[in-house]
């Protein structure tokens, strides 16, 4: 735990460095901490530590632990992978928002899947900034098209954009590429200002382009433990 208290500490420090270096107020950022491959109990000692937001890539771990996670009050969970239309009704049940929108068909599935009395749902369209299908997200191309479509969802509300950085390619530039989508999707949701972009190895290139969400895994659980 003293461990863990350090890491997320430091984590924060240089978080709110890079905020001012780029002229921003790091009380606008949304830290999340991604708790993949370590078990709920980790999850149980951030929220300890004040974490509120937490995310997950995978739909039977993450279901898992929001299952384990579920008396923490306040506790919001972020589902930050891809999804499968047959797996919406098991993500809306436990996710505050869904980052991983890519195509028309998922929007469908998590709008068919809200039950009576469930709030609306925000959600993140992810944009694919390679050329490589493979790496989910939406066609820059086809990203107006989703935010109209997804938009007329009536139980979602889009909220943004997401995105991961290429391998090849430097992240600062690709991040700005992804601040010029962010604008297409509020020339249709004007209100829908977040950007969902930077992991631990470029968190800082990501806060210059705007970014607004955070995901941090290992900067701060440490390393992953080998996939069971
Ligand atoms: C694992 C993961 C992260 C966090 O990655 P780290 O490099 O451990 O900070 C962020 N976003 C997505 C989509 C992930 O799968």
Do not use: C
């Not at 909220?159 to 991040?175: I, K, N, Q, S, W």
């Amino acid at each position: 735990m003293g461990d863990l208290a350090e890491r997320l500490t430091a984590l924060d420090e240089r978080i709110a460095g890079a905020a001012r270096s780029a002229g921003r107020d790091p009380a606008e950022l949304t830290r999340i901490v991604v708790t993949k491959f370590h078990p709920s109990t980790l999850v149980e000692e951030l929220y300890a530590l004040g974490v509120r937001d937490v995310g997950e890539n995978r739909q039977q771990e993450f279901s898992e632990k929001a299952r384990a996670t579920a008396g923490l009050e306040g506790l919001r969970w972020h589902f930050i992978g891809q999804v499968q239309t047959n797996k919406a009704r098991a993500v809306r049940s436990a996710a505050s928002v869904v980052h991983s929108v890519d195509r028309g068909r998922l929007a469908d599935a998590l709008d068919a899947a809200a039950e009576p009395g469930d709030a609306v749902l925000d959600v993140l369209l992810q944009v694919n900034l390679t050329d490589d299908p493979a790496r989910g997200g939406v066609a820059p191309a086809d990203l107006e098209a989703l935010a109209e479509h997804a938009a007329a969802r009536r139980t979602l509300r889009v909220r943004g954009v997401m995105a991961v950085a290429p391998l090849d390619e430097a992240a600062a530039a690709a991040f700005e590429r992804l601040r010029g989508y962010a604008d297409t999707v509020r020339s249709v949701v004007p209100d829908a200002h977040w950007i969902s972009a930077g992991m631990t190895a470029d968190f800082a290139e990501a806060i210059t382009a705007g970014a607004t969400h955070l995901r941090i895994g290992s900067a701060i659980t440490g390393p992953r433990p080998a996939r069971g």
